[in-house]
């Protein structure tokens, strides 16, 4: 684990598995103290957090549904707590919008619930959670959001989850300028199609589709893990400060 002169803290909703749990790894070692959250498996949150600690570094689990504004006010009080104990800081210094739920319906077929669900989790839970967290954010901080390449792509089945994605893009932007005063810059990223229990697995799991994508991408495989959290340990490096209201695609060039 290296050291770090700086003591930072960010926070990663859905931090459990999947994209989430390599961005906790990846700032991690950098030296990046980590809050990750978790909806229900918490032994799996368990697990990154001592494997954060075997390396010497430091990490935290809180339970949260994103989908409920109603328990944010009880979160914000749990992360202060996290904060002030083991976390050894006041403030956070970034937010990673990343927790997420996939739906594939065609726009004919899609339910008014599934798009209750995908509007909670992706557009009003990242909108409300971080209108509550902003006075934790110390100034100077980041808030990251997690998009995905299918806001610029347009494929057949995700209308519902494209729209909610491309919200929060929109969304950005606004944050950006918002709370520009405060020096807290704010941008969005988009991985392409990354091989996660995302949509039950079907890109890691579904070989035909894995191979069809990894043939419409520059770089000639579909994304890991690993390839999204270096990407977002990099953007909230201390030497991207100055990029603010952007959104960076991480898609190894899928359908250029
Ligand atoms: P994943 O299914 O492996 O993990 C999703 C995470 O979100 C889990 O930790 C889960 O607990 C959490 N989550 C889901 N609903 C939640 C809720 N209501 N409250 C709190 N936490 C909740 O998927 P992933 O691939 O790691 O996806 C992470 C993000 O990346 C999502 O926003 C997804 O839309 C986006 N994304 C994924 C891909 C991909 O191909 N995997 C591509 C582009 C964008």
Redesign the pocket.
């Known amino acids: 684990m290296s050291t770090s002169k700086r003591s930072t803290v960010a926070l990663i909703?859905?931090?459990?598995?999947?994209?989430?749990k390599s961005m906790a790894l990846h700032l991690a070692e950098r030296g990046v103290g980590v809050v990750i959250?978790?909806?229900g498996n918490a032994a799996e949150a368990a697990d990154v957090v001592k494997e954060i600690e075997a390396k010497g570094g430091k990490a935290a689990a809180l339970a949260?549904?994103?989908?409920n504004t109603r328990g944010f006010d009880a979160f914000v009080e749990a992360v202060k707590a996290e904060l002030g104990g083991k976390l050894g800081r006041d403030r956070l210094d970034f937010l990673v919008n990343?927790?997420?739920?996939?739906a594939h319906a065609s726009f004919a077929e899609t339910t008014e619930e599934q798009f209750d669900a995908l509007v909670n989790?992706h557009l009003k839970g990242t909108f409300f959670l971080t209108q509550k967290l902003l006075p934790l954010i110390s100034d100077g901080g980041r808030i990251l959001n997690?998009s995905?390449?299918l806001a610029r792509l347009t494929l057949p089945g995700y209308a519902a989850y494209a729209a909610m994605k491309g919200g929060v893009e929109v969304l950005t932007r606004y944050l950006a300028k918002e709370l520009g005063p405060r020096k807290i810059s704010v941008n969005v990223l988009a991985?392409?199609?990354?091989e996660?229990?995302?949509g039950g697995g079907a890109?890691r799991d579904n070989a035909e589709l894995n191979k069809m994508i990894a043939a419409q991408t520059a770089l000639g495989r579909v994304g890991l893990p690993d390839d999204i959290g270096g990407a977002v340990a990099m953007l909230l490096s201390p030497e991207s400060h100055w990029i603010t209201g952007q959104r960076i695609e991480a898609s190894g060039g899928q359908m250029l």
Do not use: E, H, K
């Open positions: 909703t859905g931090g459990n598995r999947g994209l989430g959250t978790y909806r949260l549904d994103v989908a990343n927790a997420g739920i996939g989790v997690i995905s390449g991985p392409g199609a990354i996660t229990d995302f890109v």
